[in-house]
């Protein structure tokens, strides 16, 4: 009975080992994600916007961050280096991008350091003209790139998509679920031991 006792302790301490690991583990694997973007994924625009940008539920940091705006024929329209204003990364156009489908490939470090990625596209009904994008004021250029909840006059947006964002597997919950189990293994193995140990006593006696 006290061996019985003494196993069932054991394994009620690894059950909360266990507990207390995959608690501990849940919040890290828990990354930033990209809220919204501009233009909205699948939005149409009428011309190619000055900028995009990406908006995450936290402020990502300013490390390593990549945004590519590729057109239809893979050519890249990204100008210079990602600006990053508190949660919101942005990227300026060069001048000149043609109209068609655009696609929109990010890459940030979060606010936690684990690098996070997703991608967007919008369609622009024409293209943009240097002189034109040279000569465009803040309103006009707001006015050509619909952020979320509002559209184009005389344009029907596609239906809105989710930001797409990958994160890291979490591995760190696999390896403690590991351990917690390589625990009661051993435990099992050292009790089943000691029963037989107690057992061989008991018939020599």
Same mark, same amino acid.
């Given at each position: 009975?006290r061996?019985?006792?003494? @196993? &069932?302790?054991?394994?009620?301490g690894?059950a909360? @080992?266990s507990a207390?690991?995959l +608690?501990?583990a849940?919040p890290a694997?828990a =990354?930033?994600?990209?809220?919204? $973007?501009? !233009?909205?994924?699948?939005?149409?625009v009428?011309?190619?916007?000055e900028?995009?940008?990406?908006t995450?539920?936290?402020n990502?940091?300013?490390?390593?961050?990549?945004?590519?705006?590729?057109?239809?024929? +893979?050519?890249?329209?990204?100008?210079g !280096?990602?600006?990053?204003?508190?949660n919101?990364?942005?990227? &300026? @156009?060069? *001048?000149?991008?043609?109209?068609?489908?655009f696609?929109v490939?990010?890459?940030?470090a979060?606010?936690?350091? =684990?690098p996070?990625?997703g991608s967007f596209?919008?369609t622009?009904?024409?293209?943009?003209?240097?002189a034109? $994008?040279?000569?465009a004021?803040?309103?006009?250029?707001?006015a050509?790139?619909?952020?979320?909840? $509002?559209?184009? *006059? +005389?344009?029907?947006?596609?239906?809105?998509?989710p930001?797409?964002?990958?994160e890291?597997? *979490?591995?760190?919950i696999?390896i403690?679920?590991?351990t917690?189990?390589g625990?009661?293994?051993?435990?099992?193995?050292m009790?089943k031991? &000691? @029963?037989?140990?107690d057992s +061989?006593?008991?018939t020599?006696?």
């Amino acid at each position: 009975m006290r061996l019985i006792r003494q @196993l &069932r302790g054991a394994l009620l301490g690894a059950a909360l @080992l266990s507990a207390a690991l995959l +608690g501990a583990a849940a919040p890290a694997s828990a =990354h930033d994600a990209a809220e919204s $973007t501009s !233009p909205v994924s699948g939005a149409v625009v009428a011309t190619p916007p000055e900028t995009v940008s990406i908006t995450f539920n936290k402020n990502p940091l300013a490390i390593g961050a990549q945004i590519a705006v590729t057109d239809a024929a +893979g050519a890249n329209w990204a100008d210079g !280096p990602v600006e990053i204003v508190d949660n919101v990364a942005s990227e &300026r @156009l060069r *001048p000149g991008a043609p109209a068609g489908l655009f696609t929109v490939a990010w890459r940030v470090a979060s606010s936690d350091g =684990h690098p996070i990625e997703g991608s967007f596209t919008f369609t622009a009904t024409a293209a943009a003209t240097a002189a034109a $994008t040279a000569g465009a004021t803040g309103s006009t250029a707001a006015a050509a790139v619909p952020t979320m909840g $509002t559209a184009q *006059p +005389g344009i029907t947006p596609s239906p809105e998509q989710p930001a797409s964002s990958a994160e890291p597997f *979490p591995w760190s919950i696999v390896i403690f679920v590991g351990t917690a189990i390589g625990i009661l293994v051993v435990l099992g193995l050292m009790a089943k031991s &000691r @029963l037989k140990s107690d057992s +061989g006593s008991d018939t020599k006696s």
